[in-house]
């Protein structure tokens, strides 16, 4: 039951006077100070209790002191009025933990040179510190030198409280968004801070000491376990410091600030502090930004998806995991809608609510709506997006659906993404559907298409004019039409008489323009590679004036 250990100094701490500022003094913290080392304490009882804050030092030779305590002091003196009878010891020490008493410092110089078991067995029974000293000590200069740091301590703890309202105060006055308030908060406390909605969907995480992964896995299931905190409480198993977030007047969501670790320190005052502001923050931004959060939390999402700016891919799946998107046995599919706004998206939103099926919807860039579908393994994806294009298309006629691929991974949307920006690029508005179709896919994916995706490329351009420049020219001067009879003949695949038949002339009349265009183009017609190349042109000629 006797434990006797020294008093070691935390592994935090400096050598002199000062080392606990800037943070709650502790019982270790005092031990370690030299005005008390010096004494040689020894910790009898009470070593996991040792965190305990100190809220003040009491001298006393009282055999009735608690009735002069408030709670968290450390307790010194000489041993001189202790009780001899055991049952009285108990009732001193009992007082001593019933007001929360930090510690008891006992000096084994005058009347004892060793504790008395029954003063060593009532504090262990009580969880109550008891530490020994083994020399002398100037009780009053303990008290001056623990004093001053309680103080200051506090002035600093004041300073820290005004410069996290200042911050916050800043942030409102400069309009900042959801994002900002719980990247400062995070940042201010040193904390990961995590801002939910009321279906325990985390709608926005920044990371502090670990990686979203860490913090996000199993989001929902850890949320429910935490109690909600009304008002500023650390709740549940993990200890989550949580505060509601109200808009309006109704509770909306909260806010929640994870612990550092498992074995880390505690939450402090501060903490409490920052997250009180960061939930006044975001009621704030709320009023400020009608966007709701959960169509700004989806569309971060899909961009970073779309954009591949997720640290790692398990930090991509906690997080669409934790937005309520299946990670596992999913497959994914990115669709995009071009020309669509936000009556397109809340549309489409209620389309897939109504066949049920998980999803990301978000604006990628303006006038591009992004969607990634999490499919069942069996569950085909046409219907679907048959179903969105057309009710994309009854709002916005003009609008343009394009599918990627099908993935297994979630890592691997962005490839998705990529493919059906690809069909986007390359389709132009009101461009004619396949039949029985609405939305358009890689295999779409023509000449005539792909050569109006790359149409802005000066090479495009400065190829059709290398090829075609001196019979357009020839046209232009003479108001001739061999640019149609070149298309003719192309498009007949060399067949003559076929080009005269569509040209409505003879075939002597092609003959001779033919003839005409090879020397002006300095081509043998007979050539198929020539051919190819002068259709090539004639293709891009026709994307560049379309476009």
Known sequence: M???????????????????????????????????AAGQPQVVTGVPHLDRPVRWVHITELTDPASFLKGGELVLTTGMPLPDDAADVRRYVDELADVEAAALVIELVRRYHRPPEALVHACHARGLPLITLAKDVNFLEVTQVVHTLILGNQ???????????EAFTALTLRGAGAEDVVRAASEMSGRTVVLENLAHQALICEPSGSTVEEALTDWERRSRATPPGDPSDVRGAERWLVTPVEYQGERWGRVAMLPARADGPSFGPEHLTVLQRT????????????????????????????????????????????????????????????QG??????????????????????????????????????????????????????????????????VTDLADTA?????????????????????????????????????YALREDT???????????????????????????????????????????????????????????????????ESGEQRTELHIALTALDVLRAS
């Open 279 to 338: 939930a006044m923050a975001l009621t704030v931004a709320r009023l400020i930004h009608p966007t709701p959060w959960e169509r700004t939390a989806h569309r971060n999402a899909l961009r970073d998806l779309a954009e591949q700016r997720h640290h790692s891919p398990e930090d991509a799946r906690a997080r669409c995991a934790a937005l309520g998107l299946p990670t596992d046995d999913s497959r994914f599919l990115a669709i995009l809608v071009d």
């Open 415 to 451: 490839r998705s993404f990529r493919e059906a920006a690809r069909v986007a690029e390359a389709t132009p508005p009101g461009r004619p559907l396949p039949p029985d179709r609405s939305f358009h896919e890689l295999s779409d994916i023509g000449l005539s298409r792909l050569l």
């Open 2 to 36: 006797n434990e006797n250990h020294p008093a070691t100094r935390p592994p935090d701490t400096d050598d002199g006077d000062t080392s606990a500022a800037g943070r709650t003094l502790t019982v270790a913290d005092v031990l370690a100070l030299p005005v008390l």
């Open 341 to 406: 706004g936000a009556e397109t998206e809340a549309l489409l939103s209620r389309e897939l609510r109504t066949v049920g099926i998980p999803t990301l919807v978000g604006e990628l860039s303006p006038g591009r709506l992004g969607i990634l579908l999490a499919l069942r393994p069996s569950q085909p994806w046409r219907p679907v997006a048959e179903r969105l294009g057309r009710a994309a298309l009854d709002l916005v006629p003009l609008a343009v659906v394009s599918v990627g691929s099908e």
């Open 155 to 165: 002035t600093d703890a004041m300073r820290r409280t005004q410069r996290i309202h």
């Open 459 to 525: 090479r495009i351009q400065e190829y059709t004019e290398r090829q075609l420049g001196r019979l357009i020219d020839h046209d232009t001067r003479h108001g001739s039409d061999l640019l149609t009879t070149l298309r003719h003949y192309l498009d007949a695949a060399g067949n003559k008489t076929t080009a005269a038949r569509r040209g409505g002339v003879s075939r002597e009349t092609v003959y001779q323009r033919l003839r005409t265009i090879e020397r002006l183009l300095n081509r043998d017609l």
